[in-house]
């Protein structure tokens, strides 16, 4: 069964520190599709990025980092130097690829960033 | 406009009304979806479609109905709702299904509550 976990519900965290939002997914498909998106107040979930099964590089874009380990099924996500305006919830999902239409999130995660 | 639009952005309806929810995709996408947002849960699935053809419905009650009249365009017609519909409904778009372009983008929702 597929099934995506974050299990920090909430994190608060001061201005300036680095954060990091963990991942655990399950699946039995051998190619699979990861996502990160933001959901901001404003209730829109912002696409942040998409990571293959077979591509195990971890990725930095700006003060984002992703850390994508195939050996633990996590696929963490990082925020260095974290700004006010990170607060958001930020979703994990995963799609499979005999199925990507459908996208399984998790939880989600509430970062809150304090001045 | 750009990227995905929904209206309204809020809703209150009660039991007996009829209301329907408006999305528009301006990204040439061939896909799209109807989530559901509630409280402290996952993002439920609820609708695909694919050129306008349903491709999935997720088990979701008669009350909600949905139409793809082209595929820029999704509603969803409701009636007769119940207080435990009240949520936040996102649309979203993809380039296309059953494919690895699978990243969806999301409009900012409709707030929906259902006295």
């Known amino acids: 069964a597929q099934k995506v976990t974050q299990a920090q519900t909430e994190i608060s965290v001061v201005e300036k520190e680095d954060v990091t939002l963990d991942c655990v997914y399950e699946?039995?498909?051998?190619?699979?599709?990861l996502f990160w998106y933001k959901q901001p107040p404003s209730g829109e979930l912002v696409f942040l990025i998409r990571?293959?099964?077979?591509?195990?590089q971890n990725e930095i874009s700006g003060r984002y980092s992703w850390n994508f380990q195939k050996s633990t099924s996590s696929f963490n996500f990082t925020i260095t130097a974290s700004q006010v305006v990170d607060s958001a919830v930020y979703f994990c999902?995963?799609?499979?690829?005999?199925?990507?239409?459908?996208?399984?999130f998790g939880t989600g995660t509430r970062l809150q960033v304090f001045p | 406009e750009t990227g995905v639009t929904q209206t309204p952005r809020h809703l209150v309806m009660g039991m007996t009304n009829k209301k329907s929810l408006k999305c528009e995709q301006h990204?040439?996408?061939?896909?799209m979806y109807w989530y559901k947002q509630s409280a402290k849960k996952p993002l439920e699935l609820m609708f695909v479609?694919?050129?306008?053809?349903?491709?999935e419905n997720n088990s979701v009650p008669s009350r909600f109905s949905p139409e793809c009249p082209n595929s820029s365009h999704l509603f969803l017609h409701l009636h007769t709702l119940q207080p435990e519909d009240s949520a936040l409904y996102l649309c979203?778009?993809?380039?296309?299904?059953?494919?690895?372009?699978?990243?969806?983008?999301f409009g900012p929702g409709t707030r929906l509550t259902v006295l």
């Open positions: 979203a778009s993809s380039q296309e299904i059953k494919s690895s372009y699978n990243e969806q983008f």
């Open positions: 699946t039995r498909d051998t190619t699979y599709y």
């Open positions: 990571r293959n099964s077979f591509d195990e």
């Open positions: 999902a995963l799609s499979e690829a005999w199925n990507t239409d459908k996208l399984i």
């Open positions: 990204l040439g996408h061939n896909a």
């Open positions: 479609y694919s050129l306008e053809e349903r491709v």
